[in-house]
């Protein structure tokens, strides 16, 4: 269809705004110590699909925003998911060796370098939000509020923590939601919402903005789920099979009981923004994705 | 005389009132897993001399601003100093065994739990000064403007990365100067000038009271290195002579020299705030911390 081929050139137009945004807020060469920086650019400005920033930009697409208005904020929810990243791949974390395809920062670096850059590209994102004077200040504090709601002890960090500390308990389908939602819901349902706020979107559709997204995230967890259940590491870029030994979705419910519980999520989702007034782009960029065979990025 | 008691005695409330506050933005128990819970309230709940944030409401009170209006924002000041402090003691970082008189929290708990520690407190003070609703929208964006600046890519996590990557060069006192800076100056001058724009402060004020800071940061950090070329473990409260295969300032210039050198920043300190009108709190506290016997916390 010749509508659809045009919104996928505009998604992809959009993702590729957020390359050269981001390429243009990470620390340029001389700013800080070259291997600093270096390690930093290579986290943040590897291929990705960009999620985060997708949903924040559509989400201000649906509720009217200005073109531009929401990309600076959009790039540091990247920033946050880049660092959660590196962080959680760490030695004393996941131990990880791959990550889109590449080194993880702490192999292609040192684990110094990575505790460094991850650190610094979660306080840039801090720094881009406070810097972007296009928005009104009080709404730049909002997003600060969000993100650092999403990355607290209420979000990626207790999240991570309770992966670690517990990661030979087996869990059932409901600690799972939770893990999940602390662990990648959190970030997507504030950059979602984020850019439903920088629009102006009412309280209401903000909210629905947000059940949309925690259901996304809850699918993806699960599609990746299943990726690492049947796929390679080539096809992931990044380590596979390493939650093995951990309870998952599929490992609770099984692949079929799995893809069932993902299509629930992606139903959900759908009907969360039907009662807002919110037009498609949200829906049919998400729908595009699961229809391709990527992981999440 | 009994002034300076009085004024010792509003220091000393002051400091503890900051205590209590810090007890209160720190995590809960229950809030996120307890042994996350538990290092970061550690951590950040250790005694000190909450230096930073009596510098903001310090700066604060000089010009004018309402009792308890810097309160939140010198909490968040303090938990980006704690932060660092974990990151910066790490075992890929300076390994260090002992801070503030207690084990390190790698050590004391664990490698990944003090790094999700000390990401958190980073990412708790953008939280803190985001949720500050007393202060406008506009002012809670530029202190996290100004706290974002001291950690990022031109403070504390360059410094830190130049500190690591360089640590066996030989340093002059200018390439000194510049690493103290990053290390300890920008978060000293962000807290302090944070505190004058709290209190509405002129720009020419906040200038002079950066000016201030800066030196005090540059005195303090010699005063350290006097401490750890002199000192024992127990008196510091911390790890000395881990610098002795690093050049420091004491190192570059001998005893006297760098005695002389704290005793320049001191009164270039002092001659900054001369100018602008501000009154006598600033400099009166900060001399009676020199005066004392112990180390900067």
Same mark, same amino acid.
């Given at each position: 269809?010749?509508?659809?081929? /045009?919104? =996928?050139?505009?998604?992809?137009?959009?993702?590729?705004? #957020?390359?050269?945004?981001?390429?243009?807020?990470?620390?340029? /060469?001389?700013?800080?110590?070259?291997? =600093?920086?270096?390690?930093?650019? &290579?986290?943040?400005?590897?291929?990705?699909?960009?999620?985060?920033?997708?949903?924040?930009?559509?989400?201000?697409?649906?509720?009217?925003?200005?073109?531009?208005?929401?990309?600076?904020?959009?790039?540091?929810?990247?920033?946050?998911?880049?660092?959660?990243?590196?962080?959680?791949?760490?030695?004393?974390?996941?131990?990880?060796?791959?990550?889109?395809?590449?080194?993880?920062?702490?192999?292609?670096?040192?684990?110094?370098?990575?505790?460094?850059?991850?650190?610094?590209?979660?306080?840039?994102? &801090?720094?881009?939000?406070?810097?972007?004077?296009?928005?009104?200040?009080?709404?730049?504090?909002?997003?600060?509020?969000?993100?650092?709601?999403?990355?607290?002890?209420?979000?990626?960090?207790?999240?991570?923590?309770?992966?670690?500390?517990?990661?030979?308990?087996?869990?059932?389908?409901? /600690?799972?939601?939770? =893990?999940?939602?602390?662990?990648?819901?959190?970030?997507?349902?504030?950059?979602?919402?984020?850019?439903?706020?920088?629009?102006?979107?009412?309280?209401?559709?903000?909210?629905?903005?947000? #059940?949309?997204?925690?259901?996304?995230?809850?699918?993806?967890?699960?599609?990746?789920?299943?990726?690492?259940?049947?796929?390679?590491?080539?096809? /992931?870029?990044?380590? #596979?099979?390493?939650?093995?030994?951990?309870?998952? #979705?599929?490992?609770?419910?099984?692949?079929?009981?799995?893809?069932?519980?993902?299509?629930?999520?992606?139903?959900?989702?759908?009907?969360?923004?039907?009662?807002?007034?919110?037009?498609?782009?949200?829906?049919? &960029?998400?729908?595009?994705?699961?229809?391709?065979?990527?992981?999440?990025?």
């Amino acid at each position: 269809m010749d509508d659809n081929a /045009a919104l =996928l050139r505009t998604f992809e137009a959009l993702r590729a705004g #957020v390359d050269r945004r981001l390429a243009e807020l990470a620390p340029p /060469a001389g700013s800080a110590p070259d291997r =600093l920086v270096a390690a930093v650019r &290579y986290a943040l400005l590897a291929p990705g699909k960009r999620f985060r920033p997708m949903l924040a930009l559509l989400a201000a697409a649906e509720f009217g925003a200005p073109e531009g208005a929401a990309l600076d904020a959009a790039c540091a929810f990247e920033m946050i998911h880049a660092a959660s990243l590196i962080l959680d791949d760490l030695p004393a974390m996941d131990d990880a060796g791959l990550r889109r395809g590449l080194p993880t920062i702490h192999r292609a670096f040192d684990e110094a370098t990575a505790i460094l850059a991850g650190v610094g590209l979660l306080n840039q994102a &801090y720094a881009v939000i406070a810097a972007d004077h296009a928005l009104p200040g009080p709404l730049r504090a909002d997003l600060t509020a969000r993100a650092a709601h999403a990355v607290g002890f209420s979000g990626l960090i207790a999240g991570q923590a309770r992966d670690l500390f517990d990661r030979d308990r087996t869990r059932d389908a409901a /600690a799972l939601d939770r =893990l999940n939602h602390e662990k990648t819901g959190v970030l997507i349902i504030a950059a979602a919402q984020g850019g439903a706020a920088i629009a102006g979107a009412p309280v209401a559709a903000v909210e629905a903005v947000g #059940v949309f997204a925690r259901h996304i995230g809850l699918a993806f967890q699960i599609r990746d789920d299943l990726i690492d259940a049947q796929g390679s590491a080539e096809g /992931a870029g990044k380590d #596979v099979g390493k939650d093995a030994a951990m309870t998952t #979705v599929v490992s609770a419910l099984g692949l079929a009981g799995a893809r069932q519980a993902m299509d629930g999520h992606l139903a959900s989702a759908a009907a969360a923004l039907g009662g807002v007034g919110a037009g498609d782009l949200l829906g049919r &960029y998400v729908g595009g994705l699961f229809a391709g065979r990527k992981a999440a990025a």
